[in-house]
Protein backbone atom coordinates (compact mmCIF):
# COMPACT_ATOMS: atom_id res chain seq x y z
CA UNK A 1 0.00 0.00 0.00
CA UNK A 2 1.22 3.48 -0.81
CA UNK A 3 0.58 6.75 1.01
CA UNK A 4 1.73 10.71 0.92
CA UNK A 5 1.54 13.11 3.66
CA UNK A 6 1.20 16.41 3.00
CA UNK A 7 2.00 18.62 5.78
CA UNK A 8 0.39 22.01 6.32
CA UNK A 9 -3.21 22.08 4.37
CA UNK A 10 -2.40 26.36 3.67
CA UNK A 11 0.75 27.57 3.54
CA UNK A 12 1.43 31.71 3.14
CA UNK A 13 3.91 33.35 1.85
CA UNK A 14 5.13 36.56 0.51
CA UNK A 15 5.97 37.51 -2.95
CA UNK A 16 9.44 37.07 -3.74
CA UNK A 17 9.71 34.38 -0.38
CA UNK A 18 10.72 30.99 -0.78
CA UNK A 19 8.14 28.59 -1.05
CA UNK A 20 8.54 25.15 0.46
CA UNK A 21 5.76 22.36 0.24
CA UNK A 22 6.48 19.41 2.64
CA UNK A 23 5.44 15.81 1.26
CA UNK A 24 6.14 12.56 2.84
CA UNK A 25 5.40 9.74 1.30
CA UNK A 26 4.89 5.69 2.19
CA UNK A 27 5.76 2.29 -0.40
CA UNK A 28 6.45 -0.91 -0.20
CA UNK A 29 8.24 -0.29 -3.57
CA UNK A 30 10.31 1.73 -5.22
CA UNK A 31 8.03 4.80 -6.18
CA UNK A 32 7.76 6.82 -8.73
CA UNK A 33 6.70 10.77 -7.08
CA UNK A 34 4.98 13.52 -8.95
CA UNK A 35 3.78 16.88 -7.98
CA UNK A 36 0.76 18.45 -9.14
CA UNK A 37 -1.12 21.96 -9.50
CA UNK A 38 -4.43 22.88 -9.36
CA UNK A 39 -5.96 26.73 -10.23
CA UNK A 40 -9.62 27.37 -9.59
CA UNK A 41 -11.83 25.84 -11.72
CA UNK A 42 -8.92 23.94 -13.84
CA UNK A 43 -7.64 20.34 -13.75
CA UNK A 44 -4.77 19.03 -12.27
CA UNK A 45 -1.49 20.25 -14.63
CA UNK A 46 1.66 18.48 -13.88
CA UNK A 47 4.61 20.43 -12.30
CA UNK A 48 7.50 17.79 -12.21
CA UNK A 49 7.99 14.14 -11.55
CA UNK A 50 10.65 12.01 -10.23
CA UNK A 51 11.04 8.36 -11.89
CA UNK A 52 15.00 7.41 -11.65
CA UNK A 53 18.06 8.82 -11.91
CA UNK A 54 18.39 12.32 -10.71
CA UNK A 55 17.17 12.84 -7.21
CA UNK A 56 16.82 16.61 -8.05
CA UNK A 57 13.91 17.23 -10.62
CA UNK A 58 13.34 20.55 -11.75
CA UNK A 59 10.14 21.35 -13.28
CA UNK A 60 7.97 24.16 -14.86
CA UNK A 61 7.02 27.92 -13.44
CA UNK A 62 11.17 27.49 -11.77
CA UNK A 63 9.67 24.70 -9.36
CA UNK A 64 11.90 22.02 -7.98
CA UNK A 65 11.87 18.79 -6.15
CA UNK A 66 14.51 16.66 -4.29
CA UNK A 67 13.60 13.06 -3.54
CA UNK A 68 15.19 11.48 -0.44
CA UNK A 69 14.85 8.14 0.26
CA UNK A 70 16.49 7.86 3.37
CA UNK A 71 13.67 10.84 4.38
CA UNK A 72 10.90 9.49 2.05
CA UNK A 73 10.55 12.97 1.39
CA UNK A 74 10.00 14.62 -1.78
CA UNK A 75 9.29 18.51 -1.10
CA UNK A 76 8.36 21.02 -3.48
CA UNK A 77 10.53 24.27 -3.36
CA UNK A 78 10.56 27.86 -5.65
CA UNK A 79 13.16 30.46 -4.45
CA UNK A 80 10.75 33.15 -5.09
CA UNK A 81 7.19 33.32 -4.92
CA UNK A 82 5.07 35.18 -7.69
CA UNK A 83 1.84 36.11 -7.23
CA UNK A 84 0.22 33.41 -9.89
CA UNK A 85 1.66 30.71 -8.02
CA UNK A 86 -1.24 31.16 -5.94
CA UNK A 87 -2.76 27.83 -6.12
CA UNK A 88 -3.47 24.34 -4.69
CA UNK A 89 -0.69 21.24 -4.69
CA UNK A 90 -0.60 17.53 -4.66
CA UNK A 91 2.32 15.06 -4.30
CA UNK A 92 1.44 11.89 -5.40
CA UNK A 93 2.73 8.48 -5.66
CA UNK A 94 2.81 5.48 -8.13
CA UNK A 95 4.54 1.98 -7.52
CA UNK A 96 6.84 1.33 -10.17
CA UNK A 97 6.86 -1.72 -12.32
CA UNK A 98 4.03 -3.60 -13.68
CA UNK A 99 0.33 -3.10 -12.47
CA UNK A 100 -2.06 -0.53 -12.28
CA UNK A 101 -0.30 3.27 -12.30
CA UNK A 102 -3.34 4.63 -10.15
CA UNK A 103 -1.90 7.90 -8.41
CA UNK A 104 -2.50 8.17 -5.03
CA UNK A 105 -2.91 12.22 -3.24
CA UNK A 106 -1.85 13.87 -0.58
CA UNK A 107 -4.50 15.82 0.52
CA UNK A 108 -3.22 19.26 -0.83
CA UNK A 109 -1.74 21.94 0.40
CA UNK A 110 -3.35 25.47 -0.52
CA UNK A 111 -0.62 28.25 -1.28
CA UNK A 112 -1.80 31.65 -0.76
CA UNK A 113 1.21 34.41 -2.12
CA UNK A 114 0.50 37.91 -0.07
CA UNK A 115 2.01 40.78 -1.87
CA UNK B 1 -3.57 19.93 -29.37
CA UNK B 2 -7.48 19.06 -27.54
CA UNK B 3 -6.72 17.61 -23.93
CA UNK B 4 -9.23 15.77 -21.97
CA UNK B 5 -12.70 16.63 -22.10
CA UNK B 6 -15.36 15.92 -19.80
CA UNK B 7 -19.01 16.58 -19.86
CA UNK B 8 -21.59 17.61 -18.29
CA UNK B 9 -18.78 20.10 -16.20
CA UNK B 10 -22.03 20.35 -13.81
CA UNK B 11 -24.92 17.62 -12.94
CA UNK B 12 -27.12 17.97 -10.38
CA UNK B 13 -29.43 15.17 -9.63
CA UNK B 14 -32.05 14.13 -7.18
CA UNK B 15 -31.18 11.52 -5.10
CA UNK B 16 -32.27 7.69 -6.47
CA UNK B 17 -31.35 9.09 -10.10
CA UNK B 18 -28.76 7.51 -12.40
CA UNK B 19 -26.19 9.23 -13.66
CA UNK B 20 -23.42 9.18 -17.05
CA UNK B 21 -19.86 11.17 -16.68
CA UNK B 22 -18.34 11.41 -19.80
CA UNK B 23 -14.93 11.51 -20.43
CA UNK B 24 -13.07 12.04 -23.26
CA UNK B 25 -9.35 11.55 -23.68
CA UNK B 26 -5.96 13.17 -25.78
CA UNK B 27 -6.36 10.94 -28.99
CA UNK B 28 -4.05 8.26 -28.90
CA UNK B 29 -3.64 7.97 -25.05
CA UNK B 30 -4.39 4.14 -24.21
CA UNK B 31 -4.68 4.41 -20.77
CA UNK B 32 -7.65 5.82 -18.80
CA UNK B 33 -8.08 7.02 -15.12
CA UNK B 34 -11.26 7.59 -13.14
CA UNK B 35 -10.87 9.77 -9.83
CA UNK B 36 -13.08 11.12 -7.36
CA UNK B 37 -12.08 14.23 -5.12
CA UNK B 38 -14.02 15.11 -2.13
CA UNK B 39 -14.27 18.72 -0.92
CA UNK B 40 -10.80 19.44 0.83
CA UNK B 41 -8.95 16.32 -0.69
CA UNK B 42 -6.83 15.52 -2.46
CA UNK B 43 -8.17 12.65 -5.55
CA UNK B 44 -9.10 9.16 -5.15
CA UNK B 45 -8.68 6.60 -7.98
CA UNK B 46 -11.48 4.50 -8.74
CA UNK B 47 -10.76 2.62 -11.77
CA UNK B 48 -8.38 2.01 -15.11
CA UNK B 49 -8.44 0.93 -18.13
CA UNK B 50 -5.70 0.22 -21.01
CA UNK B 51 -7.50 0.26 -24.32
CA UNK B 52 -10.95 -1.43 -23.72
CA UNK B 53 -9.97 -3.50 -20.95
CA UNK B 54 -10.82 -2.51 -17.71
CA UNK B 55 -7.72 -3.49 -15.51
CA UNK B 56 -8.34 -2.25 -12.26
CA UNK B 57 -11.74 -1.12 -10.17
CA UNK B 58 -10.51 -1.99 -7.02
CA UNK B 59 -11.62 1.76 -5.97
CA UNK B 60 -15.20 1.44 -6.76
CA UNK B 61 -16.92 2.43 -3.49
CA UNK B 62 -19.76 -0.51 -4.33
CA UNK B 63 -21.70 -2.00 -7.02
CA UNK B 64 -23.66 1.08 -7.88
CA UNK B 65 -20.03 2.59 -9.60
CA UNK B 66 -19.41 1.24 -13.14
CA UNK B 67 -17.20 2.27 -16.27
CA UNK B 68 -16.79 1.59 -19.37
CA UNK B 69 -14.76 2.31 -22.39
CA UNK B 70 -16.11 0.37 -25.22
CA UNK B 71 -14.22 1.28 -28.47
CA UNK B 72 -11.17 2.27 -26.46
CA UNK B 73 -11.39 5.75 -26.60
CA UNK B 74 -14.32 7.73 -24.54
CA UNK B 75 -15.22 6.58 -21.43
CA UNK B 76 -18.64 6.73 -19.12
CA UNK B 77 -18.58 6.20 -15.24
CA UNK B 78 -22.33 5.28 -14.51
CA UNK B 79 -23.66 5.89 -11.08
CA UNK B 80 -27.17 3.96 -10.14
CA UNK B 81 -29.51 5.15 -7.43
CA UNK B 82 -27.12 8.23 -6.62
CA UNK B 83 -26.87 8.88 -2.90
CA UNK B 84 -25.88 12.80 -1.20
CA UNK B 85 -22.77 11.06 -0.09
CA UNK B 86 -21.68 10.42 -4.21
CA UNK B 87 -21.39 14.31 -4.38
CA UNK B 88 -18.03 15.10 -5.57
CA UNK B 89 -15.76 16.18 -8.19
CA UNK B 90 -14.83 13.52 -10.76
CA UNK B 91 -11.98 13.69 -12.75
CA UNK B 92 -10.79 11.82 -15.45
CA UNK B 93 -7.22 11.23 -17.11
CA UNK B 94 -5.20 9.68 -19.46
CA UNK B 95 -1.44 8.85 -20.78
CA UNK B 96 -0.12 7.62 -23.70
CA UNK B 97 1.27 4.65 -22.71
CA UNK B 98 1.44 1.99 -19.42
CA UNK B 99 4.46 2.44 -17.78
CA UNK B 100 3.84 4.29 -13.87
CA UNK B 101 7.08 6.69 -15.49
CA UNK B 102 4.25 8.26 -18.51
CA UNK B 103 2.48 11.28 -17.33
CA UNK B 104 -1.39 11.20 -16.54
CA UNK B 105 -3.34 14.11 -17.73
CA UNK B 106 -6.42 15.65 -16.53
CA UNK B 107 -9.44 16.94 -17.51
CA UNK B 108 -11.65 19.63 -16.05
CA UNK B 109 -13.56 17.33 -13.69
CA UNK B 110 -17.53 17.17 -13.60
CA UNK B 111 -18.87 18.42 -10.28
CA UNK B 112 -21.79 16.29 -9.11
CA UNK B 113 -23.99 17.22 -7.19
CA UNK B 114 -26.74 14.83 -5.01
CA UNK B 115 -29.53 16.76 -3.67
Known amino acids: AQSVTQLGSHVSVSEGALVLLRCNYSSSVPPYLFWYVQYPNQGLQLLLKYTTGATLVKGINGFEAEFKKSETSFHLTKPSAHMSDAAEYFCAVTRSGAGSYQLTFGKGTKLSVIP | GAGVSQSPRYKVTKRGQDVALRCDPI?????LYWYRQALGQGPEFLTYFNYEAQQDKSGLPNDRFSAERPEGSISTLTIQRTEQRDSAMYRC?????????????FGPGTRLTVT
Open chain 2, 93 to 105: ASSIGTSAAYEQY
Open chain 2, 27 to 31: SGHVS
